[in-house]
């Protein structure tokens, strides 16, 4: 059964920092692109960053959306079970609920993702 369970949201003051981990079951980076999205009240979910094993020499590949690149950082652990998401200089803006996803395409787009975690809520304070 595959299955995806997130930790590590929590509340913070802007420009502080928060790790986000998803742990996977029944599958590993072998077999899916992973992910996180992550939706504001009242907005549609919006991917934020995917990771992808390709199998080649090009190895692990990372995506990031624009406003996210540069202050997070998506990786994983040696057996591909667990990614993270390492968030910096945290804003107000990044005030959503995140989830971890995990489908057979690198994309940002939320229908293309087949399973997701249950969230996991992160707040930034002004």
């Known amino acids: 059964e595959v299955q995806l369970v997130e930790s590590g949201g929590g509340s913070v003051q802007a420009g502080g920092s928060l790790t986000l981990s998803c742990t996977a079951s029944?599958?590993?980076?072998?077999?899916?692109?992973m992910g996180w999205f992550r939706q504001a009240p009242g907005r549609e979910r919006e991917g934020v960053s995917v990771?992808?094993?390709?199998?080649?020499?090009?190895?692990?590949?990372?995506y990031y959306e624009a406003s996210v690149k540069g202050r997070f950082t998506i990786s994983s652990d040696n057996a591909g079970s667990t990614v993270f998401l390492q968030m910096n200089n945290l804003k107000p803006e990044d005030t959503a609920v995140y989830y971890c996803?995990?489908?057979?395409?690198?994309?940002?787009?939320?229908?293309?993702?087949?399973?997701w975690g249950q969230g996991t809520q992160v707040t930034v304070s002004s």
């Open positions: 029944g599958f590993t980076l072998d077999d899916y692109t």
């Open positions: 996803v995990a489908g057979d395409s690198a994309t940002f787009e939320a229908d293309d993702y087949d399973y």
């Open positions: 990771i992808l094993n390709t199998d080649d020499k090009t190895g692990i590949r990372t």
